[in-house]
Each structure stands twice: as structure tokens, then as C-alpha cells.
């Protein structure tokens, strides 16, 4: 990454825990699915070998994140600060481990709009592998020092990393950071003051 503050021509966002706080409780999930409390949901479904065991488990999955959807609220800030990237000509886009079905319903709820959503169903290779980035960057035509990208999660941090994108990571008060918070380029706690940072060192005289 040549520097932390040079304006970004892309921001990239997660969905849940960084638009929305879309409820979603994965201890419950996976102990319902008979998963271990340190697994990861969607890797542990694609070891499953039986295929109808496997169609029940991605069901209560479907299940859980569109109950996640309909019950989802925007965190503070988040509408005047896409609004913000819009003004400023900054292209918006989206990499998120849930569905393109469900992302869909949380995008109509909120009327927000993305140039370019990469989910699990576009792309095999989940977060935090690195490439919907790379997918993201190709398709603006930029490269990875102009892409921006805003999680939530270690997940995200390590996403970032690994692509060579700077990240940022939304404290939302749902996770303990204190491990992540090194790993990260930069913390934000509400959408207002980021949008600050970003008119400071973005859009400054
Ligand atoms: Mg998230």
C-alpha cells in the first residue's frame, strides 16, 4: 500500500455488521447445524458430502440471513454517507459472504444502490480470500491503492490485507476488537465522523 491517505477512487463495503446490523446470531446458527463454535458456516457446508443433509443446512441458512434482512436496520450515518461518496464521484461497491438474494432484499429495504456487488453466489471464493477485490478493482479498472474497503469484521481486515487494500474497520459494538484493531489501517466508530476523516484527508484544501 504506497499511503493510507491518498484518495481512493473505490470504496468497498461488507453488508452485515457495516451497512446494517442485520441481527445475526452465528453461535446459535451453528449449533443448530451441529457446527463447532469455531467454524466457519459457509466452509464447514461445502465439506458436507451428502447432498440432502447439505440442502437442509444451506435451507436454515437461507432462512437465517433472510430473517436477518427483514429484521435489519441501517446503522446511523450510513445513507448520508453513501449519499457523500456519491457527491464526491467515488464509485460504490459491495463484497459480502451472504447471498446475492438476500443482499438484494437488504439493498430494495434501504433503496441503496452499488455499481458492483460481488456475494457468495458470484464468486466461489469467500471472504477472506482475497479476490472480490481483485474482481472489484478489475471491473473499476483501478488498482488495489485506489480501492477503499469498510468491514466489520476480523474477516474483512484480513480480506484487505491479503489484496493489498487498505481497510477500515467499523467498530459497531457488537464484536470485541481489541485483536483486530492493530491489524486494521483505521477504526471508525460512527459513519458521521468517518465522513469527516474522509472530507479532512480525502477532499481537503
Ligand atoms: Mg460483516
Redesign the pocket.
Known amino acids: 500500500m504506497k499511503n493510507l491517505w491518498t484518495r481512493p477512487k473505490v470504496i468497498v463495503f461488507?453488508?452485515?455488521?457495516?451497512l446494517v446490523d442485520s441481527f445475526l446470531n452465528f453461535s446459535a446458527l451453528k449449533k443448530k447445524m451441529g457446527f463447532s463454535q469455531d467454524s466457519f458456516v459457509l466452509e464447514e457446508l461445502e465439506k458436507i458430502q451428502n447432498e440432502e443433509r447439505k440442502r437442509e443446512l444451506l435451507y436454515f441458512l437461507h432462512e437465517f440471513e433472510m430473517e436477518g434482512a427483514k429484521k435489519s436496520v441501517l446503522f446511523e450515518g450510513v445513507l448520508e454517507f453513501l449519499n457523500y461518496c456519491d457527491e464526491q464521484g467515488l464509485k460504490k461497491a459491495v463484497f459480502?459472504r451472504n447471498s446475492q438474494r438476500v443482499a438484494e432484499v437488504i439493498f430494495n429495504k434501504f433503496r441503496l444502490s452499488f455499481e458492483k456487488v460481488v456475494s457468495r453466489d458470484s464468486l466461489r471464493e469467500y471472504k477472506p480470500h482475497p479476490k472480490g477485490l481483485e474482481v472489484i478493482g478489475r471491473y473499476f479498472k483501478v488498482n488495489v491503492e485506489e480501492i477503499l474497503f469498510i468491514?466489520?469484521?476480523y474477516?474483512?481486515v484480513l480480506t484487505g490485507k491479503r489484496a493489498g487494500v487498505r481497510t477500515f474497520l467499523f467498530n459497531n459494538g457488537n464484536h470485541d476488537i481489541k485483536d483486530w484493531e492493530a491489524k486494521a489501517d483505521f477504526i471508525f466508530d460512527n459513519y458521521f465522523s468517518l465522513k469527516r476523516i474522509f472530507e479532512k484527508r480525502f477532499f481537503g484544501p
Open positions: 461488507d453488508v452485515d455488521g457495516t459480502t468491514g466489520d469484521h474477516h474483512d
